[in-house]
Protein backbone atom coordinates (compact mmCIF):
# COMPACT_ATOMS: atom_id res chain seq x y z
CA UNK A 1 0.00 0.00 0.00
CA UNK A 2 1.07 3.39 -0.98
CA UNK A 3 1.92 6.01 1.35
CA UNK A 4 -1.08 8.28 0.70
CA UNK A 5 -3.17 4.95 0.70
CA UNK A 6 -1.80 4.56 4.39
CA UNK A 7 -2.74 8.03 5.34
CA UNK A 8 -6.05 7.93 4.05
CA UNK A 9 -7.04 4.68 5.91
CA UNK A 10 -5.49 5.99 8.94
CA UNK A 11 -7.60 9.02 9.69
CA UNK A 12 -10.55 7.21 7.69
CA UNK A 13 -11.03 5.80 11.15
CA UNK A 14 -8.54 7.98 13.79
CA UNK A 15 -10.01 8.56 17.13
CA UNK A 16 -8.68 11.30 19.01
CA UNK A 17 -9.67 13.38 22.84
CA UNK A 18 -11.86 15.73 22.57
CA UNK A 19 -9.92 19.09 21.87
CA UNK A 20 -11.58 20.70 25.30
CA UNK A 21 -10.23 17.42 27.14
CA UNK A 22 -7.78 19.17 29.69
CA UNK A 23 -5.10 16.86 28.27
CA UNK A 24 -5.33 18.33 25.03
CA UNK A 25 -5.34 21.57 26.46
CA UNK A 26 -2.41 21.07 28.53
CA UNK A 27 -0.56 20.35 24.61
CA UNK A 28 -2.45 23.70 22.92
CA UNK A 29 -2.89 26.23 25.44
CA UNK A 30 0.30 27.54 25.63
CA UNK A 31 0.97 27.36 22.15
CA UNK A 32 -2.17 29.26 21.64
CA UNK A 33 -1.11 31.90 23.79
CA UNK A 34 2.18 32.20 22.43
CA UNK A 35 1.15 32.70 18.79
CA UNK A 36 -1.31 35.44 19.98
CA UNK A 37 1.59 37.48 21.75
CA UNK A 38 2.60 37.65 18.19
CA UNK A 39 -0.01 37.53 16.05
CA UNK A 40 -3.30 39.48 16.39
CA UNK A 41 -6.35 37.39 16.37
CA UNK A 42 -8.71 39.84 14.30
CA UNK A 43 -9.13 39.47 10.58
CA UNK A 44 -9.19 35.45 9.18
CA UNK A 45 -7.28 32.91 10.10
CA UNK A 46 -7.18 29.54 8.08
CA UNK A 47 -6.12 26.28 10.47
CA UNK A 48 -4.54 23.62 7.61
CA UNK A 49 -5.27 20.07 9.03
CA UNK A 50 -7.25 21.27 11.72
CA UNK A 51 -9.15 17.45 12.25
CA UNK A 52 -11.28 17.68 15.35
CA UNK A 53 -10.57 21.14 16.20
CA UNK A 54 -7.67 21.18 18.99
CA UNK A 55 -6.84 24.52 17.48
CA UNK A 56 -9.71 25.54 15.65
CA UNK A 57 -11.79 26.00 18.93
CA UNK A 58 -9.36 27.45 20.40
CA UNK A 59 -8.72 30.72 18.18
CA UNK A 60 -12.26 30.57 17.52
CA UNK A 61 -12.84 31.10 21.62
CA UNK A 62 -9.94 33.44 21.35
CA UNK A 63 -12.26 35.99 19.13
CA UNK A 64 -11.03 34.83 15.84
CA UNK A 65 -12.96 34.42 12.81
CA UNK A 66 -11.24 30.92 11.83
CA UNK A 67 -11.93 28.44 9.08
CA UNK A 68 -10.88 25.25 9.20
CA UNK A 69 -9.88 22.55 6.04
CA UNK A 70 -9.12 18.69 6.59
CA UNK A 71 -8.37 16.35 4.02
CA UNK A 72 -10.05 13.86 6.41
CA UNK A 73 -14.16 14.11 6.63
CA UNK A 74 -14.33 11.26 9.18
CA UNK A 75 -11.93 13.92 11.20
CA UNK A 76 -13.90 17.00 10.34
CA UNK A 77 -16.93 15.53 11.53
CA UNK A 78 -15.61 14.83 14.73
CA UNK A 79 -14.66 19.33 14.72
CA UNK A 80 -17.81 20.85 16.06
CA UNK A 81 -16.48 24.62 14.32
CA UNK A 82 -19.25 25.69 12.32
CA UNK A 83 -16.80 26.73 9.06
CA UNK A 84 -15.03 23.81 7.89
CA UNK A 85 -13.82 22.42 4.43
CA UNK A 86 -13.05 18.82 3.20
CA UNK A 87 -9.79 19.84 1.04
CA UNK A 88 -6.29 19.51 -0.09
CA UNK A 89 -3.75 21.32 1.54
CA UNK A 90 -1.36 21.36 -1.68
CA UNK A 91 -4.42 22.98 -3.63
CA UNK A 92 -6.05 25.34 -1.00
CA UNK A 93 -9.64 26.46 -2.30
CA UNK A 94 -9.39 29.82 -1.47
CA UNK A 95 -7.81 33.35 -3.28
CA UNK A 96 -4.92 34.75 -3.06
CA UNK A 97 -4.17 36.90 0.45
CA UNK A 98 -7.31 35.47 1.65
CA UNK A 99 -6.39 35.51 5.09
CA UNK A 100 -4.49 37.04 7.84
CA UNK A 101 -3.06 34.21 9.56
CA UNK A 102 -2.78 30.64 7.88
CA UNK A 103 -1.93 28.38 10.39
CA UNK A 104 -0.74 24.64 10.68
CA UNK A 105 0.13 21.65 13.37
CA UNK A 106 1.10 18.16 12.80
CA UNK A 107 0.47 18.72 8.98
CA UNK A 108 3.61 18.82 7.38
CA UNK A 109 4.89 15.25 8.48
CA UNK A 110 1.82 13.15 6.86
CA UNK A 111 1.80 15.22 3.47
CA UNK A 112 4.61 14.32 0.33
CA UNK A 113 4.34 17.47 -0.90
CA UNK A 114 5.41 19.81 2.02
CA UNK A 115 6.66 22.61 0.16
CA UNK A 116 3.74 22.39 -1.85
CA UNK A 117 1.49 22.82 1.10
CA UNK A 118 4.03 25.88 2.77
CA UNK A 119 3.69 27.54 -0.89
CA UNK A 120 -0.41 27.28 -0.63
CA UNK A 121 -0.01 28.45 2.81
CA UNK A 122 2.26 31.65 1.37
CA UNK A 123 -0.09 32.66 -1.11
CA UNK A 124 -3.27 32.82 0.49
CA UNK A 125 -2.00 34.41 4.28
CA UNK A 126 -1.48 38.46 3.80
CA UNK A 127 1.22 37.78 6.45
Do not use: W
Not at 4 to 20: C, H, I, S, V
Request: hydrophobic residues 40%.
Amino acid sequence: MNENALQAEYFGQAAYRDPMHPVVGAYADPKVQFIQEYVPFNGQILDVGCGNGIFTLRFANAGAHVTGLDYSRHLLSQNSHPRLICGDATTLPFGDASFEVVFEANVLHHVPDREGVIREMARTSRQ
